[in-house]
């Protein structure tokens, strides 16, 4: 890039003013209070849009008798010609010599979209030119005094990483997310484990089978009647809580034949979830496409209404620029305008029904997404029912079986005599086979010795006892007995039904366990990723530092040399991020240490260095660098800008006349206080 002309309208001291540019040297010269600083500003100013000078307002720059100040720079960039306006008020302009005439690229007063313009065609970056092309007073003490994080962050700009930088903190910060999370999911872990053994297994086992030897030992006492009589109560029990597990089952299914029923829907519906992927992209892709278009419409809308204005207006001339307006260049100017926002308005309209169908699918996605997770809800039920009702179910036969067995002798019932003691058949001891009653008694013949008939009753192994028999002598031990064995039956159901509770629970846990093992996994594998991807981050940072650095480093050597201000130096750019680490002779030299006019030179070399390897713009401008310098170092200074203007177009502002002697032959600009 190569400046021509500075145009000045109500900027600092000056009204409306035009300074020419020359290749090589060119010398701002004059007194204090005559402008010259204004000028490095205005120069900094078309550029960037920023003062020079850090934490000052733009409108601070401008004639305090003007609402805005404008300045406005030509320069040429591979062979074509530019015109930049900028004015305190963020409006912009840039130009384009075409065809003998000036054509406008762009107008408008977003400042960001610009600035990304003006980076990606000239390469316009603030940083990067206050660093490296512009010298402003006291800004080496400035540079000195910044604190090494400021200095980092400059350095990062300068080597274009900031996005790097920035790609690195969300990694951090999504790593400190991940890390909250794994904690929590330990922590959840820790509360979940037990001993995954089937500690209860065995011992509902042990309890079966003891109640069902308990359960014999109560038929032998009580009869098969009670004890039919407590297994069908028991039944009816179980049947309850299956017909009620069936109703939830089939109130859960809603309109679903089965579960792969519901299986099939729900596949359907992920499969169709997934086919949307990416609408939220889209849509706001779309949302920000129909903004931009909105913007550019509005400036084109801004632009003709301008263009209008100038055509109408009586005076002729552009107030921006001051050039005689051509109405008819002008006239055609709008027509293509015109032209651009109609098709961008036809855009626009297409743009906003597809956002319409795209915000249609987005909601029936929404709703697709509450259905799938209600039926993969049902689902999960679905499943724990399907295990219930075939726990239940399992039981019920087991009942039914034993059930069964003892049918049989429900139809042998006997019949309950006054004492409340059945008479026990022949036919009851062939079906029951009980030994606890076949061994107690027996028929005798119906006659006595000599074949006296004898009389009806009941003969036991010890003689006859008639009506009480000695069964009925027993009955209260053999109740008492009835009694704890019933007590035994209650006790080993009750701790049968809680160690199945507790197994449930159990398998609950362990289900549960199993899920967050599989999600402390993922996110141990997540902290991986992301720590490999810091990592990596890193070490691009690293080596972008070194490769841009190092070579920095070598150029500001071959300066230093060309200078032979310092005997053998070698110097660290990367030790405390921009601010030089010098080693004169072998020894290490703070650089506060050195003297003024040193740490001139020191920090001119360091931009020209900068500059080498960062690509510079093509120009250098300094503000007065021959400030406080003596008679040895002016000269110093002089042949330093000769050996610049060499590759590079320079201007410098002085007041010395001893500065105005060495630079003779530079193209001169006289500034004065009026």
Partial sequence: M?????????????????????????????????????????????????????????????NANAYSGTVGLQFRENGERYMLYRATGKRIQLRCEKNNGWHILFDEKRVR??????????????????????????????????????????????????????????????????????????????????????????????????????????????????????????????????????????????????????????TTIENAVKETTGLEAKREKLIQHIGSLESQIAALTTVCNTLRALIESDDGHCPTCYQKVERDVVQRIVGEKESEKSQQLAELASHKQKLDEETGNLDSRRELEQRLQTLQTHATRLEQ????????????????????????????????????????????????????????????????????????????????????????????????????????????????????QEEAVRLDRLKALQQVNREVSHVEKTLLSLELACAGVEKTIETLQRQILKPAEEELHLWLEKMELFGRTRIDLQRQH???????????????????????????????????????????VFDDPTLHLDGQRKALMVDFIHQLAEEHQVVVTSYDEDVRAGLEGAHLIEMNRE
């Fill in 2 to 62: 190569q400046l021509e002309r500075i145009r000045l309208r109500a900027f600092g001291c000056f009204q409306q003013q035009d300074f020419h540019l020359s290749d090589g040297i060119n010398l701002i010269f004059g007194p204090n209070f005559s402008g010259k600083s204004t000028l490095v500003n205005a120069i900094f100013f078309g550029l960037t849009g920023k003062p020079i000078v850090p934490r000052v307002e733009a409108s601070a720059i401008k």
């Fill in 113 to 266: 979209t610009v600035e990304a313009t003006l980076q990606k065609q000239f390469g316009i970056m603030h940083d990067r030119l206050a660093l490296t092309a512009f010298l402003r007073e006291g800004e080496i003490f400035e540079f000195l005094a910044r604190q090494p994080a400021t200095r980092r962050d400059i350095l990062h700009t300068l080597l274009g990483i900031d996005r790097l930088i920035e790609v690195r903190e969300c990694f951090i910060d999504t790593r400190r997310l991940a890390k909250r999370e794994q904690n929590r999911l330990k922590s959840h872990q820790s509360s979940l484990r037990f001993s995954a053994q089937n500690a209860h297994k065995a011992e509902i086992e042990s309890i079966e089978a003891n109640l069902k030897r308990l359960e014999e030992a109560y038929s032998t006492e009580t009869g098969d009647a009670e004890l039919i009589a407590e297994w069908m109560q028991h039944q009816n029990r179980l049947q309850t809580q299956l017909n009620a597990l069936l109703r939830e089952q089939a109130e859960t299914l809603g309109g679903f034949t089965d579960i792969a029923h519901m299986r099939t829907m729900i």
């Fill in 385 to 500: 029912l399907a295990r219930d009702i075939n726990d239940i179910q399992t039981e019920l036969k087991a009942l039914e079986a034993r059930l069964r067995v003892l049918t049989p002798a429900k139809q042998g019932q006997i019949p309950i005599n006054e004492k409340g003691v059945g008479a026990i058949s022949e036919s009851r001891h062939s079906h029951t086979g009980h030994p606890l009653l076949s061994h107690r008694t027996k028929k005798k013949p119906d006659f006595e010795e000599g074949g006296n008939p004898r009389k009806a009753g009941v003969y036991t192994t010890s003689g006859k006892i008639g009506a009480e028999t000695e069964l009925t002598k027993n009955s209260a031990p053999t109740i008492q007995d009835k009694r704890q064995l019933k007590a035994q039956i209650d006790s080993e159901r009750k701790r049968l039904d809680k160690l199945k």
């Fill in 578 to 620: 921009l601010l030089p680490s010098l080693t004169i002779d072998g020894v290490d030299r703070s650089l506060m240490l050195l003297s003024g006019s040193e740490k001139m030179f020191l920090y001119l070399c360091f931009k020209v260095a900068l500059a080498k390897v960062l690509g510079n713009p093509g120009f250098f």
